[in-house]
């Protein structure tokens, strides 16, 4: 008791001193909390903040409001400080909470290069008002360009950054190409001579393990500064065709290269993503049984109804059934990563939150450690209704809440123009969604750079609409890119380079 008292005491010395002291938040982490400390008295503008930090019961946090001011706040961590802060610049005097989750986050899919600075900001911003404790950082789509911003923002906040590898961008491209994945025809499927989103090695030639390996081992010396990393494949479901691929499923060709990257990476906090079509479990866990943590994709669920609440042959039901045999199967932390903004759909809502809380309860019953939202600022405004409550709902899942839908009238025209472009996705259409945004004062609303590259690639498949025939090479590489955020990759200053081809096109339709 008395070690305990002296450790309290010297916590609180601490606020008023500001001296740097390491920490560790719950995952494992180090964070330098007096750097929290100091961003929540410099946000307690007039106020005097006490606080006592326990090192348990990690964000959990009880304050109440002196007379004269002054904040105490009991916590386990600087950030449940920092949480108490917020809750008095909310207007609240007294409260004492304990989240739901011990993981709290978002993943700004996939790159920062559409993001201006301020959105960066008002992004980490949102996290730490949300009181979110992780974000997942794609590493080779924009990071380097906002790095040092992005560390000390979340670092102000305690927000842990997790570095998610594509195991095919980062480490793939020293594979010669000899050993990259092809088709049924035998033909190598990237489009380019590097690998990109989409693009895989071979899992049967084994000859290409060895450049491999050793992508992996130049990638962390190179990046010895991330410490928690996740494992993740190439983006959608192509894997490679040749005659010994074509008999193996997605297991079989995923874990020869997790395995590499388990065994070179063993000086870091290892995590691993299961995604589209690796739901199941798959039979080898001698590695994946030992990882630090484990986020499970719900990539393809249908959002109108809860994972429980439809048939057993429903989709819906396969990936509850599925991520339970998930929580069997490690013992480490298991997550749930939940594709919220969708930018498939255009950034437009189309869910069903009480699905969503539902499910939250739900997970916690089943012993999920944490949620990972996909939120990004671009094109955040229709979802930050639901965004606000999902936050809340993370420390109290167990509440009830009420959504109040944000029913400005430019956003239903745009959701209208959506529509009318998925239902045809032609020429006239398309005119008609990118001329909107184009003229709306405040385009990122809506995402417009995506929507503008993915409706402009849609009405050339689709409707066959030519507009990849031109003469302009930079417009060409815009059109025949699979996804914007490679393209986005080869070019100077790229979101005023995207913005400028989509107006370009626009002008000559």
């Known amino acids: 008791m008395k070690k305990v008292l002296t450790v309290l005491i010297f916590l609180s010395l601490v606020v008023a001193s500001g001296p740097v002291f390491p920490s560790v938040i719950p995952n494992g982490t180090a964070v330098d909390e007096s750097v929290i400390l100091a961003f929540a008295r410099q946000l307690a503008i007039g106020k005097t903040v006490e606080a006592k930090i326990t090192g348990k019961g990690q964000d959990c946090y009880e304050f109440d409001t002196a007379s004269d001011g002054t904040i105490h706040?009991?916590?386990?961590?600087?950030r449940g400080v920092l949480y108490a802060v917020y809750d008095v610049l909310d207007g609240k005097t007294s409260g004492k909470e304990t989240p739901s989750f011990s993981v709290r986050g978002i993943n700004p899919c996939e790159s920062f290069s559409r993001h201006t600075p301020d959105m960066i900001i008002r992004l980490i911003d949102r996290m730490g008002r949300w009181k979110m404790n992780r974000i997942i950082i794609h590493t080779e789509y924009g990071f380097e360009r906002y790095k040092d911003l992005i560390v000390r923002e979340c670092a102000k906040r305690g927000i842990e950054l997790v570095y998610y590898l594509y195991d095919n961008v980062c480490f793939g491209n020293a594979v010669p190409r000899a050993y990259w994945a092809v088709d049924k025809q035998g033909k190598v499927r990237a489009p380019h001579d590097h690998l990109e989103a989409y693009d895989r090695v071979c899992a049967s030639k084994t000859e290409g393990f060895g450049p491999y390996r050793k992508g992996v081992e130049s990638y962390l010396s190179k990046h010895s500064d991330f410490r928690h990393i996740m494992f993740a494949t190439a983006d959608g479901g192509d894997y490679?065709?040749?005659?010994?691929?074509?008999?193996?499923?997605?297991?079989?060709?995923?874990?020869?290269?997790?395995?590499?990257?388990?065994?070179?990476?063993?000086?870091?906090?290892?995590?691993?993503?299961?995604?589209?079509?690796?739901?199941?479990?798959?039979?080898?866990?001698?590695?994946?049984?030992?990882?630090n943590r484990v986020m499970y994709d719900l990539h393809s669920r249908n959002r109108m109804s809860a994972l429980t609440d439809s048939g057993k042959k429903t989709n819906n039901r396969y990936l509850y059934d599925r991520l339970l045999e998930w929580r069997k199967a490690v013992s480490g932390t298991l997550c749930i990563f939940e594709n919220m903004m969708m930018q498939g759909d255009f950034g437009v809502p189309n869910y069903s939150v009480e699905a969503y809380l539902e499910d939250l309860r739900q997970f916690r019953q089943d012993g999920i450690n944490g949620m990972i939202y996909e939120v990004y600022e671009t094109g955040i405004r229709p979802h930050l209704p639901v965004l606000n409550v999902l936050s809340k709902a993370m420390w109290r899942s167990s509440d009830q809440y009420q959504i109040k839908e944000d029913a400005n009238p430019e956003l239903q025209h745009f959701y209208r123009l959506v529509r009318n472009f998925k239902s045809a996705p032609n020429l006239e259409n398309l005119k008609a969604l990118n001329t909107f945004l184009l003229n709306h004062p405040d385009r990122d609303h809506f995402d417009w750079l995506y929507i503008g590259f993915t409706s402009m690639k849609r009405c050339d498949a689709k409707a066959k609409s030519k507009l990849s025939q031109t003469s302009d090479p930079l417009e060409k590489l815009f059109l025949e890119t699979n996804k914007l955020w490679d393209f986005m990759e080869k070019v100077e200053n790229p979101r005023e380079t995207t913005g400028r081809i989509i107006t370009k096109i626009m002008e000559r339709l």
């Not at 706040?73 to 600087?78: E, H, L, N, P, Q």
């Open 73 to 78: 706040v009991k916590a386990g961590t600087a």
């Open 240 to 291: 490679c065709q040749c005659p010994e691929c074509s008999l193996k499923g997605p297991w079989e060709q995923v874990l020869p290269f997790f395995n590499l990257f388990f065994d070179v990476a063993s000086d870091r906090t290892r995590e691993l993503l299961v995604y589209h079509e690796r739901y199941e479990v798959p039979k080898d866990l001698s590695r994946i049984g030992k990882l």
